[in-house]
């Protein structure tokens, strides 16, 4: 995932340790969108995953 993506994670984790495992923390998800939004522009498609956790994500190659 990481190489096609950016995962913004919000969760109340200590936020060195988000970025030691290559994601970046966030205290909401107002806050996760709008610097996603900010990062991509508005015609950009965000992925919210509300159990990333437990949630295995497939990409589709086409």
């Given at each position: 995932m990481l190489k096609k993506a950016?995962?913004?994670l919000v969760s109340e984790m200590n936020p060195e340790?988000?970025?030691s495992i290559f994601m970046k923390p966030f205290n909401t998800v107002?806050?996760?969108y709008d610097n996603a939004v900010g990062e991509l522009g508005n015609d950009s498609k965000v992925l919210v995953m509300p159990y990333g956790g437990s949630t295995l994500p497939i990409l589709n190659s086409n």
């Open positions: 950016k995962i913004f340790l988000v970025q107002q806050e996760a």
